[in-house]
């Protein structure tokens, strides 16, 4: 046997970048990231070409980093292989359960199947629920898979508009799709306790849901607090997951599943959406029309597309503003022509019995005040056959 084989230590006369090579190499098999021996390249001839690249060690530990915080692993390859392997793109060397996140997927699926066979074919007898609102429902669950459990989710790691289109989707489009589509027995937990009741009720009046979602949304896009949540992709997933239930406290006042007893009248919904819109719209100037990228985790990440830094803001600023106006102006239009139609003249009991049903009062109660048993008409009921008259 030869004799044994010695740990390589650079010499005097090493090359500029040995020794601290050498450091570099402990620190990284210390911290687990490269782990096994590491040898500088001067001790095997064929590895000396490689000290022409010790001269961007910093960029690429840089970027290494980078990688890490934008949710990637230390397998994943850098910007810098996959050009040497001919690979490009935002989804180079993504895996399937990284740009489709399976188990999400299956939870949507799983939740869609029960939403139908519990609401809509519930063994044959008459839906609780119409098609449109389960339509409703289940668009929003397409939007929420989207969001968190698309491509469009890895692609937001480095891509600040994408992160914006996320946002969007949940707060805009999900939030209130959800609640015109979840049926009012879904609802019914909260409501199974006063203590639960009184926090629901507390945490959707117009005031409180106001500040908890725009609160949830400012700290969202504070810089410090972006960059550290962003590093960990559990915590990102968790803040979007947050901020998609303070949507749906903010759109609660209009889109309320369970009578309210003090439900806001029309012209207060319009100015609630109003405020809302205004809020809304500063951020949506403050990030469109500034210069440069606040968030370091996106400023520092490869640029596809052509698309830089500044660029990526001001998009990212666009989409935001393109999204939440189109989901005020719809919610606007609606409220006003619900509006509009309570202010024509009522020319038969029917429609104050409707009015009154829709405000919260009980049947009978609605037949008393709109004169029904009076005259011993009897209206068909909103949710089953028609009644039968009650005692005059």
């Known amino acids: 046997m030869g004799p044994a084989r010695q740990p390589w230590r650079p010499s005097p006369d090493a090359p500029s970048g040995g020794r601290s090579l050498a450091r570099t190499a402990g620190g990284l098999r210390r911290s687990g990231l490269c782990p096994g021996r590491v040898w500088h390249p001067a001790a095997r001839p064929e590895f000396a ?24 692993s230390r397998d994943r390859p850098s910007h810098r292989d996959t050009q040497a392997r001919g690979m490009s793109g935002p989804f180079a060397g993504a895996g399937f359960a990284s740009l489709w996140h399976p188990w999400f997927g299956l939870t949507a699926l799983a ?25 409703a429902f289940l668009a929003a669950l397409a939007c929420a898979y989207a969001a968190l459990g698309s491509p469009l989710a890895y692609l937001a ?34 409501w199974a306790r006063p203590g639960r009741r009184r926090l629901v009720r507390a945490i959707t009046r117009p005031l409180p849901a106001t500040l908890l979602f725009h609160g949830l949304f400012g700290l969202h896009l ?15 997933l968790a803040q979007g997951m947050l901020l998609g239930m303070a949507a749906l406290c903010m759109w609660w006042p209009v889109l309320a599943p369970v009578p309210d007893p003090r439900p ?5 919904l319009i100015l ?16 469109t029309f500034g210069h440069g990228m606040p968030y370091a985790t996106f400023a520092h990440a490869p640029h596809w597309w052509g698309i830089g830094p500044t660029t990526d803001r001001q998009l990212g600023g666009a989409v935001l503003g393109l999204g939440s106006h189109a989901a005020y102006i719809v919610a606007l239009a609606v409220v006003f022509h619900r509006w509009v139609a309570q202010e024509r003249p009522l020319s038969s ?9 829709a405000s919260g009062f009980t049947e009978r109660e609605a037949r008393d005040l709109a004169g029904i048993d009076a005259g011993g008409w009897s209206p068909p009921s909103l949710t089953g056959p028609a009644s039968t008259p009650g005692p005059r």
Do not use: K
């Not at 519990?118 to 063994?123: I, L």
């Open 222 to 236: 504070w810089p410090w607090l972006f960059d550290r949540v962003a590093a960990v992709p559990l915590l990102a």
């Open 49 to 72: 070409g490689a000290l022409a690249l010790w001269g961007e060690s910093r960029a690429e530990w840089s970027e290494c980093l980078v990688r890490r915080r934008c949710g990637g």
């Open 111 to 135: 939740a869609a199947a029960a939403y139908l066979r519990a609401w809509v074919w519930s063994g044959g007898r008459r839906a609780a629920v119409s098609w449109d609102r389960a339509a």
């Open 157 to 190: 790691r480095g891509l600040f508009a994408a992160g914006m289109l996320q946002d969007v989707l949940l707060a805009f489009v999900a939030a209130p799709l959800a609640l015109h589509g979840t049926p009012p027995g879904l609802w019914r937990p909260l």
């Open 349 to 357: 009991p029917l429609h104050v019995y409707r009015r009154l049903r």
């Open 264 to 268: 806001l009248r029309e012209p207060g």
């Open 272 to 287: 609630y959406l109003f405020a809302n819109w205004v809020v809304v719209t500063i951020a949506f100037v403050v990030l």
